[in-house]
């Protein structure tokens, strides 16, 4: 029930196109909730890929395959949530000349860049 009350009190400051900046304004449980819905987004992306390239036949887009990649390393190498976190807040503190793009896009290029180490 408190984690429910926690995410209606800390939704309305998480803006879709959040970035850098408003990422590390948003506190660690802003951060845990939204780095949690980008994997939960990702992650639905990558069981429709799944079902569309079996059923259908069709090809993944670049962004599918970036996802696809991603959520294999992730399963593959058995990451944890916090370990997925660190990655994520490394590679932003690491990169302030880039606090202005969509954190989601720091996140995806975060995770690609790991596993493809």
Partial sequence: MSLCIAC???APQVAFSLDGTGYKDIGEAGQILYIGGVL???HHMYELSKFKF???GLAP???EKVVVHIENCIDDRHMQFEQIKAIIDKYRDDHPNQWHYRMSWMALKSLQDACNE
Avoid: A, N
């Fill in 54 to 56: 079996k059923q259908e």
């Fill in 61 to 63: 887009s670049p962004v």
């Fill in 8 to 10: 209606v009190l800390i």
């Fill in 40 to 42: 939960d987004g990702w």
